[in-house]
């Protein structure tokens, strides 16, 4: 057991005991160390100008992933080296070629937001198996989650790809070797609680010791990537005394191909899991590129995201859809259950006191199954879903047996359209009379409400709208005729 | 393209203007060592403010607040209502009803009633969710219509016009009527509201604060505080973005500061977090504007009539100056033979509506686009070529306001966009595109701005500037602009080195302080650089005529010949280096310092009788966009966006490419993603980027081309330049009108009834109406 945690900073190992529950890693910066370069624009996970870099031991190297450090919690660090905007230049005042290429294509005008893209950079700039520079759509995903408000972004995308011609070589990789030296040594596999019982944070190092911690401490927070416990801190400013961090327990965070289903722990962040559900289906994999921002995929779960519950998460209605089952654990107990299931009502899951998330088995497409997902929102990219519809259809001999249809953003949880799949069975996706019934039938399964998304009416127009579409593309309708982005096929085979 | 003229043909030395430097803030800015005021090391005993408002009323009277609990909250100093306001309980800027800490009636949801001082920022937040509140909230008046209804305004009617507009209609075959409403905007300046005050021994108060206007900072700290103007300083280095947010909505959290300075007597911080920003703080105007238009069988407008209706929220704030922009703009470029144009100012229960780049300019301007992309669908006519018939010109050059169109570029400038940008191969492209596609619509449009510069109240269009040259040849350079990310100290350290001939890191520019130039109007109208930069460069000529005639009084050198460039000052009988001249004026005791002062000639405006000049010159610019829009769910993409725009000859075309294009993205976000909404209850609901959304890298179509256009400003501004925040905002409009057309495109003769911003559901909207609608 540990009563502190242990961070890398600039090349030198930092114990920390003294941290309270809930401190943020940003606060850490700015209030603690002085380092002010790191800013807040939002203190919400929204704007990117906290932008930070972690450095983390795995799989042989050091990867580095932007967060932002607004909503991470300080004692999640744990074990990582946390590089900010004022490391990265040379010690001889040299600038990083990021750094440098911004400089030169003008990209920074009022520069609030420039450290946060600076270091979003960085991390493309480490991504792994990079040579040159990112094709242009991956540079853009890379900054989704960073907002500039003076200078319109070309330059930036300019900057990006200037600084990305050649492949990595600034101070840390001349240090990687002294890196991965430090890192590995603060992996000490030691559980870690700071505090009191009646205030701490907490992060057990192995399943086990997760367990007992969760049964002991039934009213404690369970913390994985933070991004939606962040806010509660942040925003909500709830006064959050006892919290357990998830994410040092590797068991959590594996991610198992068992041929025709993925098993995925409760901890494996999108970033984890992108090219597996990619893999499984183009649209899950675009879901997923859309979720957030880089640095909320790079830390945020797919268990935080059920376990949140919440009636406009992305993953629920698109792993309900695939037919997803639920794992929940309960000291060295378990139970499964239906994922659709799990949501009972808005703001409340069948969850039972001292159990958490354990993981999902999510089953792949059968040669006979076709999958959609749409996310409709305001804006592309980092924006919540105003509704997200996900379609799985059975189809024999051009004819739909079976239909699963989950929506988010159309009911108080995320939830099945039980009429509108039963009417599909019999439908053939090629003849649309026949699946009118279908589409209709999904105002008998939902009511939705109106909010700042969207309205009720739009919303239910909406998802009508989009299970035609869904039908249309089975039809054999390429997506260069259907979507205007996310489309699945190559751009060469687009039909003008 | 023009050829290039005058000033670079004669540069054959490398010359500070005209060139790309880049900006001088840009080492800092990337290695996060830019100061922003919340990054000063604080002084000792620094205590940390959060303001605290009732969480659910909109509209009403507080008859007590209990803020007991608030008080003993951990960390809590005390605790500011407007009990503890010396001097004048109010932060606007002439006109009165913005109370710094409201007493009792409640006009919009983020009024603050109380403010807390606490050991930290985090303490004081927490605190002010503690108040407790008694009271009776009415039901609040939250749109223009309703306001209208109920006679609620801010401010009288105005208008003004030309011709029989009445006897036109009467007569005309041709006529339609239609409307377009648009929404607010909030500024989303990175760098949220923030100020720093340090109380001075005597009285005096040192307020660092992230203000676009410095000068009235300074005077409304001053009235809150009982004191001359004098006992009070402020001071900004720079700002994390403005864009008219910080022009008269920074003095608010820099007064309560100061009051939490004078009464605690320890320096006191005050960073508003994001949502109390979005909830507390001004936006964009958003307007309904009504229009009737008659014209002939070639599609030329006969006579408008077009009545704006702005939400200006619960006081008056900027709305005066707001409004009359947007009239001044309902024309764009376009000749209104016979027009009557109206503003109606109304007061509803929400933020009071302020400044935002283009102020008001935008609803004009995208009024007048509607009326064209309108009377193309009636005429059947192209809308390029529908605009380009009503275009100003020979004999049709007079605006709705009696200034004289005198440098329409329009013509020529389009011509040219529409040649780079294949505008006629590509609007055949689109309609191909649409005959063969049923969900999925292109469309594009090509349209012009034009945009007055100077700021319309007169008396605002002046400027200073304090040059020192120190004896080692350096210079200091001071001037009333602040530095909001646009460039401005960089254009101004451009002029000063261009006028002493020297290197730009020979120039040093540093904060804006009241101290050191006072009386400054606020840096905004986009005339920053027109006015601080003619302001330094008469304080450079000044000095530069001292050194010159020291020069000549000690050697032979004859005046005339006297050359200041390359760092050295060259005369017929030799040269030397300027550091030597400045030594030398040193030693020959010459004053090596200056003010400087510059007024902009020629304007005037009578608002009475509507009639003037209230602008110098005109910038112009044109864009052209393409868009696809998906017709079952509204979803929208911006395909391409070329662009040509006119900064006459610019002083840094970088610079200036970046206020283009970060113009263009910020007015391409108010017309498409970025929605205000309000509850019934009058509180904002979208009052975080979570829920509130600009664009991001992704919004900005891969192919996107920004030119210069290449020629000289006609009027004597710095250096032949023109003025570029603003204009290029409108520049947006284009994205709108391409989403029109494809829009349009599904039902050809029936006008699509489409709003801005173009959300998806806005664009389902019009779909649905144009599905319903017979052709
Ligand atoms: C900027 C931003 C953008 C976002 N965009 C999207 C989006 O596009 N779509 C979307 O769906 N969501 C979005 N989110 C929300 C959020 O990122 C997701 O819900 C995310 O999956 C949460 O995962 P996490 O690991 O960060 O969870 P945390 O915040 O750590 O936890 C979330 C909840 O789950 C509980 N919890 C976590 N792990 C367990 C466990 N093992 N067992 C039981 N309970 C547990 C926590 O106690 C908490 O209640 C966004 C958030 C931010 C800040
Ligand atoms: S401060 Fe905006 S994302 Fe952290
Ligand atoms: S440079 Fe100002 S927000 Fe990006």
Redesign the pocket.
């Known amino acids: 057991m540990r009563d502190s945690i242990r961070i890398v900073r600039r090349g030198r190992i930092v114990e920390i005991d003294d941290i309270k529950p809930t401190e943020t890693l940003l606060d850490y910066l700015r209030l603690r160390e002085r380092a002010t370069g790191t800013k807040e624009g939002c203190n919400?996970?929204?704007c990117g100008a906290c932008t930070v870099v972690i450095g983390e031991w795995q799989d042989g190297r050091v990867a580095y992933r932007p967060v932002?450090s607004c909503?991470q919690f300080l004692g999640a660090m744990d074990g990582k080296e946390i590089v900010t905007v004022e490391d990265i230049a040379w010690p001889d005042g040299r600038l990083h070629p990021v750094q440098q290429a911004i400089v030169d294509a003008h990209g920074a005008q009022c520069g609030f937001c420039t450290p946060g893209i600076v270091m979003s950079l960085f991390a493309l700039y480490h991504q792994e198996g990079r040579e040159g520079p990112p094709p242009r759509d991956e540079i853009v995903t890379a900054l989704a989650?960073n907002l500039c408000r003076c200078t319109g972004y070309r330059p930036i995308v300019d900057a990006a790809l200037a600084a990305m011609a050649e492949p990595p070589a600034d101070r840390f990789v001349e240090a990687m070797p002294q890196t991965a030296g430090l890192l590995q040594f603060l992996a000490d596999g030691q559980d870690v609680f700071i505090g009191s019982n009646s205030a701490f944070f907490a992060a057990p190092a192995s399943l086990s010791a997760l367990a007992q911690l969760v049964m002991k401490y039934p009213e404690a927070?369970?913390?994985?990537?933070?991004?939606?416990?962040?806010?509660r801190v942040t925003k909500g400013l709830r006064p959050i005394s006892q919290v357990i961090h998830?994410g040092r327990v590797a068991a959590?965070r594996q991610i198992e191909d068992v041929g025709d289903a993925l098993i995925l722990g409760?901890?494996v962040?999108?970033e984890d899991a992108a090219s597996a559900f990619a893999d499984l289906d183009p649209d899950l994999g675009e879901l997923i590129r859309?979720?957030?921002?880089r640095?909320?995929r790079a830390?945020?779960?797919?268990?935080?995201?059920?376990?949140?519950?919440?009636p406009?998460?992305?993953?629920p209605p698109a792993l309900i859809a695939l037919g997803a089952t639920l794992e929940l654990a309960h000291g060295e107990d378990g139970r499964a259950l239906p994922l659709e299931d799990y949501f009972i009502a808005y703001g409340k899951q069948d969850?039972q006191p001292g159990?958490?998330?354990?993981g999902l088995l999510v089953p792949k497409l059968m040669s006979n199954q076709v999958f959609r997902a749409y996310?409709i929102t305001k804006r592309f990219d980092?924006?919540?879903?105003a509704v997200m519809g996900a379609f799985r259809f059975t189809i024999d001999d051009g004819v739909i047996t079976e239909a699963r249809i989950a929506f988010?953003g159309m009911a108080a949880t995320p939830k099945r359209a039980l009429s509108a799949e039963a009417r599909l069975v019999g439908a053939q996706p090629g003849r649309a009379a026949s699946w009118g019934a279908a589409i209709e039938a999904l105002g008998e399964d939902y009511a939705p409400i109106s909010d700042m998304r969207a309205s009720a009416a739009y919303r239910m127009e909406t998802a009508k709208a989009l299970l035609a579409k869904a039908l249309v593309e089975c039809a054999g309708a390429p997506t260069s005729r259907t979507r205007v982005i996310g489309r699945r096929e190559a751009p060469e085979a687009e039909v003008a | 393209m023009n050829a290039p003229e005058s000033e670079t043909s004669e540069a054959a030395v490398e010359r500070a203007v005209h060139r790309s430097t880049p900006h001088d803030s840009a080492v800092l800015h990337v290695t996060g060592r830019a100061v922003y005021i919340d990054d000063m090391v604080e002084p000792t005993g620094t205590l940390h403010l959060a303001p605290g408002f009732c969480p659910d009323m909109a509209r009403g009277r507080i008859r007590d607040i209990d803020l007991s609990r608030v008080r003993q909250a951990p960390g809590v100093v005390a605790v500011l209502t407007a009990a503890d306001i010396p001097g004048r309980n109010d932060w606007s800027t002439s006109i009165g009803g913005d109370p710094i800490i409201a007493e009792n009636e409640v006009e919009f949801w983020g009024e603050v009633l109380f403010c807390v001082v606490a050991e930290t920022r985090d303490a004081a937040r927490r605190a002010t969710r503690l108040a407790l509140f008694e009271g009776e909230a009415e039901p609040p008046v939250l749109t223009a219509e309703e306001a209208k209804a109920k006679g609620l305004r801010v401010l009288d009617d105005y208008g003004y016009g030309r011709g029989d507009v009445a006897r036109s209609f009467a007569s005309a075959q041709r006529r339609f009527d239609g409307v377009i409403r648009n929404g607010g905007q909030e500024h989303f300046y990175l760098e949220g509201q923030v100020a720093l005050a340090i109380p001075g021994e005597t009285g005096d108060m040192h307020v660092y604060s992230s203000t676009q206007h410095p000068s009235e900072v300074q005077h409304c700290v001053a009235h809150m505080l009982g004191v001359p103007n004098a006992m009070v300083t402020v001071e900004v280095r720079r700002m994390g973005g403005g864009f008219g947010g910080k022009e008269s909505q920074a003095s608010q959290w820099a007064c309560l500061a100061a009051l939490g300075a004078r009464v605690t007597g320890r320096p006191c911080k005050l960073r508003l977090d994001r949502d109390d920003d979005m909830v507390m703080t001004g936006k964009r105007h958003d307007m309904t504007t009504a229009f009737s238009v008659a014209y002939d069988s070639s599609g030329k407008i006969l006579a408008a009539d077009i009545d704006f209706m702005a939400r200006c929220g619960y006081s008056a704030d900027l709305s005066g100056g707001v409004n009359d922009r947007t009239l001044f703009h309902a024309d764009n470029a376009y000749f209104y033979p016979n027009v009557a144009l109206k503003s109606e100012r109304l007061k509803t229960n929400t933020v009071t509506n302020t400044a935002f780049r283009g102020f008001g300019g935008p609803q004009g301007i995208l009024a007048a686009e509607r009326i064209m992309d309108t009377l193309a669908i009636v005429t059947g006519i192209d809308p390029l070529e529908i605009r380009k018939r009503n275009f100003y010109g020979p004999g049709r050059d007079v605006t709705p306001y009696g200034q004289k169109v005198e440098d329409n570029i329009l013509p020529e400038l389009i011509a040219d966009l529409e040649r780079s940008c294949d505008y006629a191969k590509r609007r055949q492209e689109c309609r191909a595109f649409n005959s063969k596609n049923r969900i999925l619509r292109k469309g594009i449009a090509l349209t012009p701005i034009k945009f007055g510069i100077a700021f319309t109240l007169t008396h605002l269009n002046q400027a200073g500037a304090l040059v020192h040259v120190y004896a080692d040849g350096s210079v200091h350079l001071n001037h009333g602009g602040t530095e909001m990310g646009q460039g401005l100290n960089t254009k101004v350290a451009q002029v000063a080195a261009d006028a002493f001939g020297l290197p730009l890191e020979r120039v040093r520019i540093t904060a804006t302080n009241t101290s050191k130039v006072p009386n400054t109007s606020a840096t905004a109208a986009s005339s920053g650089s027109d006015l601080n930069g003619m302001a330094a460069l008469a304080a450079c000529n000044e000095i530069k005529e001292r050194m010159v005639a020291h020069l000549v009084s000690t050697t032979n050198a004859a005046p005339e010949s006297v050359v200041f460039a390359d760092g050295r000052v060259s005369h017929t009988g030799g040269s030397l280096s300027f550091a030597d001249l400045a030594k030398s004026c040193y030693e020959g005791r010459v004053q090596l310092s200056a003010a400087g002062f510059y007024s902009t000639p020629k304007i005037h405006w009578d608002r009475q009788k509507a009639e003037g000049r209230p602008f110098l010159y005109f910038a112009y610019g044109a864009a052209c966009a393409e868009v696809t829009i998906d017709t079952m769910t509204g979803e929208m993409k911006v395909d391409r966006v070329d662009i040509l725009h006119d900064c006459g000859r610019s002083l840094n075309p970088a610079i200036d490419i970046g206020q283009i294009e970060g113009a263009f993205v910020q007015g391409m976000g108010w017309l498409t993603t970025e929605e205000l909404v309000w509850d019934d209850k009058g509180r904002l609901a979208t009052h975080a980027p979570?829920t509130y959304k600009i664009p991001t890298a992704s919004d900005v179509p891969a192919i996107f081309n920004t030119r210069l256009w290449d020629g000289d400003n006609r009027e004597e501004t710095i250096h032949s330049s023109k003025a570029v925040g603003e204009p290029p905002l409108m520049l947006a409009c284009s994205v709108f009108s391409a989403i029109f057309d494809a829009v349009a495109s599904l039902k050809p003769g029936v006008v699509p009834p489409l709003d801005a911003p173009a959300t998806p559901e806005s664009i389902m909207r019009a779909v649905a109406f144009m599905r319903r609608s017979e052709a």
């Open positions: 919400e996970g929204d932002n909503i989650g927070t369970l913390l994985a990537g933070g991004t939606d416990v962040g806010l998830v959590l409760a901890g962040t999108y859309r979720l957030g921002s640095q909320v830390v945020g779960t797919i268990g935080g995201n059920i376990a949140n519950g919440s406009i998460g992305d993953m969850r159990e958490f998330v354990a996310k980092e924006d919540i879903s988010g | 979570s």
